[in-house]
């Protein structure tokens, strides 16, 4: 049925396991503390009305063993960039070096408390002051925010800093100008900042459509959200003159950096025009996704916006030592506790010192990866846009679609071919997209593979539909009814006596 | 460079392949004259040996070597290695988000198994797959109750941690949101009068935080009672998570708000750590984060799934219940591992301990003349006390003998200058906390 081949994967065993719930037994136990060295309390008396009696109902019981093998039997059911190429578009699942892992937990940073003294936090704050001038000599900036825990946050920070802006000259403006290509945090966000979203189109190459924009930018734009390359994949070729349009009108241009993996080493959104952007510490700079976080969002701005930052603020002393102002009359205040995720900051540091100015190299390979494919998979697959592309390539399923098989099905086959699905249906502007995002992390041989892969799902396409669109046939589970988990939700463990109460 | 899969030959052929005679081609779209012509003034390249290095120097500069009794949101607690050898398999590490469940179920049981644990935790009915941290969740929880209720006031107790508050404050200001801060009393817990004044049909939300920032013990029940009384919701935020072994679940609360920190996460100079948002089922529907449910394959077998997405931004885009992507997957199972580790007993033993020992720390340092407990509330390992000198001094005083001193409360409450809050956990021995004691005593006997 499939060309053994091509085939990278192979059928291995898979233990079954339940939840740890099911495997709990009272008695057992898989921690223990040291002894008690001062003297032992009575905890009901201590606190009275307040004291929970039972204890944690519902907390396993299990030994330690019990505990390594069910996590372990858990692990070997996901796929993993350890495992092999994860072409997730707008993702940039690079390789997460693992000496960033060593270095985050040494003694002396990953034990270190927020709250203690500036004098005896001078290493931390010299990571942080460095990481900071690295990610501002990569995007051309002038000042630099490390708090914001994700992208998402990274983009509700600029916003907040460009209406700071706005709101001292008068008037925080009404709305924010968004591309139909845009990530779904782009619009979701601008509401939270107070701002209507206005949708911009683009145009039949997959650009901002400029004279279209000339229309929508009017002093009621707070902003223009931009992801440069967009989503497509393309470099927005016109954006200094987008940055000209808005400027004009005293409206602000905001980069999403999500794929600054296009750009890094070889142009700067400082240069282009930029006036804030976030960057993801966990795209661009390999910290681990982790199944879905932590990440950082770093929010780099031009001058103008330097007053607005979020406290604190890291500044230099005399004699080169590291503090933290706090005082700092416009800043829009905090958008977390603490000072960010320093752990994953300090993976970002680790990457970027690895590479240092030979980062430009990742960037190529990243590009020249993605070409490759685009130059081999061009023909079997639609492409609706065909202006080059930088680090990413984005094709449709139109071809396939003939023959009842979309983005999904041939998503869902590629898994019996060893490889993690693309990135399905979106963007949105392209009806059944797949979009490809191979990374700087693939070799030669891994992205031959991932194109005979795809080459043959195409074959089965047109041949055996029912095969693709019934895949994947090789997982220790099939497709999920994603429909009933959805009407009937189960979002919990319950014990067996108590699930009639869970239907209520 | 070593992450790098290529030779030069092979970069030449698939240049080839392309089509294009150089790999500045490909960057064709760019406009000439904003292409870099210089390589970035970046330090490196560091081989890994010199990357150690690096962060081993840095490490130095930091304080180890001292004793801390710094908590107020970030603690030390025991975290057995089990815990990083689970996190450090590449399967977890370096998987995405489980949007395609058929190769991703290690991911998504143990999500299931996180919300699970919270919900027995809290004595809530649903948790999410996790937020950002304490601070955010606490946010996101107001901005939950404003959707449910339809109503833009909402009164924090002033016992909430300053930087919650502060970042609810960030949020807020644009969304319409008005925030008021609702005072503490002698005890050291909620100012339930001052809160019965302040409510009214207009309020969305009572936000407390229990044990408090002082870390008193709040009484949840009259506060959702005068809550509820007026129609608001009661958000309960929880920023030490450990005191939930010992302490009754906040059943009261319509939304639990907590920081998973103390749950196998070292303290991390503030990060990463974990936030959940735990509450009622009937509210589910405009809970922000994701969501992993319980379903069956083709073959009926049990799986799991990413669910009701249909509240997420990457589906509802302007009408999502947040803007929140990426949240703290890797964290949220540092705090599964750990908490399957600690067990139903674990988690009972180890919040006895910090109980016990902070109960000695403070009786120890009520002989000191003239130190006297700040507030009266029962606490769990953190406590306030006021001295009869500045807290600052104490605490420079403390730095010599390699102790990082409590807490300086003044910085945040005007009101509370001269008060400590100290925090001790089963980190601490009991020599160290005797030694903390003289080194206070000392400090206060120094002639000034």
Redesign the interface.
């Known amino acids: 049925m499939m060309n053994e081949k091509i085939k990278k994967a192979s059928r291995h065993t898979n233990q079954n396991e339940g939840l740890i719930f099911e495997k709990s037994s009272p008695g057992k136990r898989a921690f223990e503390l040291p002894p008690l060295d001062v003297p032992a309390i009575d905890a009901s008396k201590a606190l009275g009305g307040f004291y929970r009696k039972e204890g944690v109902e519902g907390f396993p019981e299990v030994s330690e063993i019990e505990v390594i093998r069910h996590f372990t039997r858990l692990s070997t059911w996901n796929y993993a960039i350890d495992l092999g190429m994860y072409p997730l578009g707008s993702c940039t699942m690079k390789y997460n070096p693992r000496v960033n892992e060593y270095v985050a937990r040494l003694a002396g940073i990953a034990t270190e408390h927020p709250y203690q003294p500036q004098e005896l936090s001078q290493g931390c704050l010299r990571i942080l002051s460095l990481l900071e001038k690295c990610l501002l000599e990569i995007t051309g900036m002038d000042a630099i925010t490390l708090q914001p825990a994700a992208g998402a946050q990274g983009e509700l920070t600029g916003l907040l800093l460009i209406r700071a802006h706005h709101q001292k000259h008068g008037n925080p403006r009404k709305k924010v100008l968004i591309p139909d290509s845009a990530h779904g945090t782009n619009p979701a966000t601008a509401v939270i900042a107070g701002y209507e979203v206005e949708n911009i189109k683009s145009n039949a190459d997959g650009q901002v459509d400029i004279e279209h924009l000339r229309h929508q930018v009017t002093e009621d734009a707070a902003a223009l959200m931009l992801t440069n390359p967009s989503t497509l994949g393309i470099f927005e070729q016109q954006i200094p003159q987008i940055a000209e349009i808005l400027h004009a009108k005293g409206a602000l241009l905001y980069m999403d950096g999500a794929n600054m993996n296009a750009l890094t080493g070889v142009t700067r959104p400082g240069d282009l025009g930029v006036d804030v952007m976030h960057l993801n510490l966990h795209k661009t700079f390999s910290t681990p996704h982790g199944g879905g976080g932590p990440g950082a969002g770093p929010v780099a701005t031009k001058k103008i916006l330097e007053p607005f930052l979020p406290i604190p603020v890291l500044v230099e002393k005399e004699g080169g030592r590291l503090a933290l102002d706090f005082q700092r009359k416009e800043s829009i205040g905090r958008v977390r506790a603490f000072g960010g995720n320093f752990g994953v900051l300090v993976r970002a540091l680790a990457y970027i010192l690895a590479y240092g100015p030979g980062v430009r190299q990742a960037t190529e390979d990243a590009v020249l990866n993605a070409n490759y494919i685009r130059k081999h998979l061009e023909g079997t697959f639609d492409l609706p846009y065909t202006r080059p592309s930088m680090h990413e390539v984005v094709f449709s399923d139109a071809i396939q679609k003939k023959h009842g098989v979309n983005t999904m099905d041939i998503a869902k086959r590629l898994i019996d071919y060893g490889f993690h699905p693309y990135t399905t249906a979106f963007p949105l502007i392209v009806p059944g997209a797949l979009m490809i995002e191979p990374t700087e992390s693939e070799s030669k041989e891994e992205c031959d593979y991932f194109i005979d892969a795809m080459k043959s799902v195409a074959e089965e396409a047109e041949k055996n539909p029912e095969l693709v669109k019934s895949a994947p046939h090789t997982t220790r589970i099939r497709r999920l009814d994603e429909v009933g988990a959805a009407r009937k939700p189960i979002l919990r463990w319950r014990p067996a006596a108590k699930r009639g109460e869970a239907a209520d | 460079?070593?992450?790098?899969?290529?030779s030069t030959t092979?970069?030449e052929?698939?240049?080839a392949?392309?089509?294009?005679k150089s790999?500045e081609e490909?960057?064709?779209?760019?406009?000439e004259a904003?292409?870099?012509k210089n390589?970035?003034?970046?330090?490196?390249?560091?081989s890994?040996a010199?990357?150690?290095q690096?962060?081993?120097?840095?490490?130095?500069?930091?304080?180890?070597g001292?004793t801390?009794f710094?908590g107020?949101?970030?603690y030390?607690h025991?975290r057995?290695v089990?815990t990083?050898?689970?996190l450090?398999?590449?399967?977890?590490?370096?998987?995405?988000?489980?949007y395609?469940?058929?190769?991703?179920?290690?991911?998504l049981?143990?999500?299931?198994?996180f919300?699970?644990?919270m919900?027995?935790?809290t004595g809530q009915?649903?948790?999410n797959?996790?937020m950002?941290?304490?601070?955010?969740a606490t946010t996101e929880s107001v901005?939950m109750a404003e959707r449910l209720t339809g109503r833009q006031r909402v009164l924090v107790a002033r016992s909430l941690?300053p930087?919650?508050r502060?970042?609810l404050?960030?949020?807020a200001?644009?969304?319409?949101l008005k925030v008021e801060e609702i005072g503490f009393r002698s005890t050291g817990t909620l100012d339930l009068s001052g809160l019965k004044a302040a409510l009214r049909d207009d309020v969305c939300a009572v936000v407390i935080q229990s044990p408090n920032f002082f870390g008193a013990?709040e009484?949840l029940a009259p506060v959702a009672e005068a809550a509820h009384a007026a129609g608001a919701l009661l958000v309960v935020a929880v920023a030490e998570a450990l005191s939930?072994?010992?302490?009754?679940?906040p059943t009261e609360a319509d939304i639990v708000a907590m920081e998973g920190q103390s749950f196998g996460l070292?303290?991390?100079?503030?990060?990463?750590f974990v936030g959940v948002i735990a509450s009622r089922e009937k509210f589910?529907r405009q809970m922000p984060g994701?969501?992993?449910?319980?379903?069956?394959?083709?073959?009926g077998?049990r799986?799991?799934?990413l669910?009701?997405?249909?509240r997420?931004?990457?589906?509802?885009?302007?009408k999502?219940t947040?803007?929140?992507?990426?949240?703290?997957?890797?964290?949220a199972?540092a705090a599964t591992?750990h908490?399957?580790?600690?067990?139903?007993?674990?988690?009972?033993?180890?919040a006895?301990?910090n109980?016990?020992?902070a109960?000695?720390t403070l009786s120890e340092l009520e002989k000191i003349p003239g130190l006297k407990r700040s507030f009266t509330a029962?606490f769990f390992n953190e406590f306030a006390v006021e001295l009869p000198r500045s807290v600052k001094m104490v605490?420079t005083e403390l730095?010599r003998s390699k102790i990082?001193g409590p807490?300086v409360l003044g910085a945040a409450y005007p009101e509370l200058s001269k008060h400590a809050l100290v925090c001790v956990t089963?980190t601490t021995?009991?020599a160290q906390?005797e030694k903390f004691v003289a080194s206070v005593k000392a400090a206060l006997e120094s002639p000034l």
């Open positions: 460079m070593r992450y790098l899969p290529k092979e970069r052929q698939m240049l392949a392309i089509g294009v790999i490909l960057f064709s779209s760019i406009p904003y292409r870099l390589p970035l003034n970046l330090p490196g390249p560091l890994e010199e990357v150690i690096y962060f081993q120097a840095r490490g130095a500069e930091n304080s180890t001292y801390s710094l107020a949101g970030v030390s025991f057995s089990v990083d050898a689970i450090q398999r590449g399967e977890f590490l370096t998987s995405y988000t489980p395609q469940a058929e190769i991703a179920q290690g991911t049981q143990a999500i299931f198994e919300q699970t644990l919900c027995e935790l009915e649903v948790a797959a996790s950002y941290d304490g601070s955010t901005l941690h930087e919650y502060e970042v404050r960030t949020y200001k644009n969304s319409g013990i009484s939930l072994g010992l302490l009754k679940p070292a303290p991390s100079y503030g990060g990463p589910v994701r969501l992993t449910g319980q379903t069956i394959d083709q073959n077998h799986g799991f799934v669910t009701l997405a249909t997420e931004q990457h589906i509802r885009r302007e999502a947040s803007n929140i992507c990426t949240n703290q997957a890797l964290c199972l591992v908490l399957t580790l600690l067990g139903k007993v674990g988690i009972r033993e180890m006895e301990q109980l016990a020992k109960q000695f029962p605490n730095l990082v807490y089963e021995s009991r906390i």
